[in-house]
């Protein structure tokens, strides 16, 4: 009788959207992705170069109330083991939307993630409905010496796997985190800790790069909504605002009291502007 009943509870809640976590077979390896929601329009979040996709825990019930919802780790992030041979991201990105039956959707990528999700829509416009860019990266887009110095001195004890040191210094930088945002340090801190490999996996990341995506972007024809925390570092400040002048008829709104993180900082206002944006296309 109790086996029945949890049966039929599964049930229950498969049918009524409930998350589900699976791997996908790629090419050398597997990624995990999870899937949730029964809504017309689907949604693929993208995490970026620092933490896995629990970063996405918070906004995660928000989505999933009206839309298909698709989260992944990355290879060598989270629970997806580390790539032993040189592999595609964008060929990763297509098989786990194939895996989770999704023939088009809105990819929402943050940072490297962004610029991930730009390099799909280049290559596959007719399986993106929607672009949603927060502190994207963009292909092509050549990083200063500021930038690389800050992320340096930021990264610099994750060599001995102090990741407590970590995540203070991005704290102190005052642009991966706006200040004052304990709940947002102390979640970083805790997926760090849940998944070191994720910043250390990086130096020995055998991904594939591919050409630059600049000179593709003025012919996109998708709807992108580009997202920017007020406290971002200049770089990805200036990135935001080429990948505004470069996609036709994008849109570029600032975030108060947000850093690069702010899917951390402010998880319900960010999946707010997203369901709002992948309903309505502007």
């Known amino acids: 009788m109790i086996g029945r009943m949890m049966v039929l509870a599964c049930s229950l809640a498969l049918m009524a959207g409930a998350a589900r976590a699976e791997m996908v077979d790629v090419d050398g390896g597997q990624i995990y992705y999870e899937t949730c929601g029964k809504g017309a329009q689907a949604i693929v979040l993208i995490h970026d170069g620092v933490i896995n996709s629990a970063s996405f825990d918070d906004m995660w019930p928000i989505l999933c109330r009206d839309f298909r919802v698709v989260r ?3 290879r060598g992030y989270g629970r997806s083991p580390a790539a032993k041979a040189p592999y595609s991201a964008q060929d990763d990105l297509a098989a786990v939307m194939a895996a989770a039956k999704m023939d088009h959707a809105s990819l929402v990528g943050f940072s490297f993630g962004g610029g991930l999700a730009v390099s799909y829509a280049v290559r596959h ?6 672009l949603v860019l927060s502190g994207t990266v963009l292909n092509g887009f050549q990083p200063t010496k500021n930038f690389g110095d800050h992320v340096t001195r930021i990264m610099m004890p994750m060599i001995i796997g102090d990741m407590d040191s970590v995540v203070a210094n991005a704290e102190k930088s005052g642009w991966v985190m706006a ?3 304990a709940e947002a340090k102390a979640r970083a801190l805790a997926i760090l800790k849940a998944s070191p490999q994720d910043l250390r ?6 991904i594939k ?8 972007l003025s012919s996109l024809q998708v709807p992108t909504l580009i997202m920017t925390g007020d406290h971002d570092i200049a770089d990805n400040q ?11 008829g994008s849109r570029r709104i600032v975030i108060d009291d947000a850093g690069h993180l ?9 999946a707010d502007l997203i369901a709002d944006f992948v309903r309505k296309g502007r």
């Open 179 to 181: 200040p004052g945002h």
């Open 72 to 74: 992944y780790d990355r």
């Open 238 to 248: 200036a990135t935001s605002g080429a990948a505004q002048a470069l996609i036709p």
């Open 209 to 216: 790069g591919w050409t630059s995506d600049l000179p593709h």
């Open 262 to 270: 702010m899917q951390l900082e402010h998880p319900k206002e960010v």
């Open 201 to 206: 996996h990086q130096m020995r990341d055998p």
């Open 125 to 130: 416009p007719d399986q993106v409905d929607r």
